[in-house]
């Protein structure tokens, strides 16, 4: 447990872009203090056929908009996909989206892929970075994915699933980062923070 940020040398104050508790979760583990100040902006009005390019753009998107918003402040803004046989798959937009996700991603290995903005409101400087992790599925039951969507839990989850829920029971195995299929890689996230003397240990 870590008790303690203690090597933060920066005056600005931290805010999330987002309205994700799992996003919040990871901050809130990590011990930082932060205020949450979600964007506002269009996520469907952004077309890219290249996962990395979207997420990269989203998130420095998201980070730009609520730099709007807020004086001296470091901006962490993030975004994820699942990339399966080359299609992206977002948050399903209803149940019938999130059955079909799941029917497509059971016994089956899939990218999940996040970027990360860190951008300064004072100054305007901003560092992005990316995380690809390879999630292979178990064999999901017709029953099974009934059950789960009625949980209401894929339902704002991109590829209809939360790998710290009820989704990690379909998870058999994980190449990668945990934390950036929950929406938030760390690693990337500490190395852009330290650029603005942002450390957290």
Do not use: C, W
Request: aromatic share 6%; proline share 3%.
């Amino acid at each position: 447990m870590i008790k303690k940020a203690n090597n933060i040398k920066s005056d600005l104050k931290l805010v999330l872009a987002s309205a994700s508790p799992r996003r919040e979760e990871i901050l809130t583990q990590l011990n930082l203090k932060f205020t949450i100040v979600p964007s506002k902006i269009d996520e469907s009005a952004f077309d890219h056929s290249d996962p990395v390019e979207l997420v990269k753009v989203l998130a420095e998107k998201k980070a730009s908009s609520v730099s709007k918003l807020v004086e001296d402040a470091l901006i962490i803004a993030a975004d994820t996909v699942v990339v399966h046989n080359d299609q992206i798959l977002g948050k399903p937009a209803n149940k019938f989206e999130a059955r079909k996700m799941l029917k497509q991603l059971s016994s089956d290995k899939h990218q999940v892929i996040t970027g990360v903005a860190v951008l300064n409101s004072r100054t305007g400087e901003s560092y992005l970075d990316y995380n690809v992790t390879e999630v292979k599925m178990t064999a999901i039951s017709e029953s099974e994915i009934e059950n789960y969507v009625e949980t209401g839990e894929p339902l704002d989850k991109a590829g209809a699933y939360a790998i710290q829920g009820f989704g990690g029971l379909f998870v058999e195995e994980i190449k990668g980062s945990y934390y950036s299929v929950m929406g938030l890689p760390i690693h990337q996230l500490v190395d852009l923070m330290d650029k603005f003397n942002y450390g957290i240990l």
